[in-house]
């Protein structure tokens, strides 16, 4: 073989080991990329989970309150305002902001600003049970009613931003379903108002 066949195999081998190292890198780049993203979409769905969660307890709590100091019909057992009570509701509160904290970190844009609008329906219902002054007309219900809307919007941009693909739910199913009515809330220290699954 004669110089110029050496070279060509040589110019060969070399090319080849180019090749194979960026392709290599490549795979090795798109794996971790791939890790990285699994590992922070499941710190999201944690993040996203307890703070919904987080929520969905204090507005319970609220409501519970209001039940006690006749602003809100029944459907949920009453909860005397005691210093007691109050001290773990603001307990709670600053658990739920810490929660809060940790989804603006990772949520994307659009979930975080569901979430922000989410903390504004909460803290209306906290200051209607509180007997509070605001600047809504509409009353216990209607805020509670917007409340359940936002925490909806928060849930559904959440599962957007994880991928998650289809709807909750099949289809719209009633509340309440046709087996409660009002003495059976009562009598079970109900929770309607509390929602469907997640409500």
């Known amino acids: 073989m004669g110089l110029t066949g050496q070279l060509a ?5 070399a090319v080849g080991a180019v090749l194979s190292m960026a392709t290599t890198m490549i795979v090795e780049r798109a ?11 499941e710190r999201r769905l944690s993040a996203y989970a307890e703070y919904a969660h ?11 309150i209001a039940v006690a100091k006749g602003i809100a019909a029944s459907g949920a057992a009453p909860l005397e305002p005691t210093d007691e009570v109050l001290a773990e509701v603001a307990e709670a509160e600053v658990q ?4 809060a904290e940790t989804v603006w970190m990772l949520g994307d844009v659009r979930t975080n600003t569901a979430a922000v609008r989410l903390n504004h329906c909460l803290w209306h219902l906290e200051w209607l049970a509180r007997g509070l002054p605001t600047r809504e007309q509409g009353g216990w219900d209607q805020a509670y009613a917007e409340f359940r809307q936002a925490r909806q919007r928060f849930l559904e941009l959440a599962r957007v931003g994880l991928g998650v693909r289809g709807t909750r739910v ?3 199913v009633p509340w309440p ?3 409660k009515n009002d003495l059976s809330q009562t009598a ?9 699954a997640g409500g």
Do not use: F, N
Request: glycine share 10%; hydrophobic share 35%; net charge positive.
């Open 9 to 13: 195999t040589l110019l060969g081998v």
């Open 31 to 41: 794996r971790w990329r791939r890790e990285q993203s699994v590992r922070w979409d």
């Open 96 to 99: 739920r902001s810490a929660l």
């Open 188 to 196: 079970h220290g109900g929770r309607a108002g509390s929602g469907q």
């Open 54 to 64: 987080a929520v969905k307890e204090l507005a319970h709590r609220y409501r519970r």
């Open 177 to 179: 379903p046709p087996w």
């Open 170 to 172: 099949a289809e719209s």
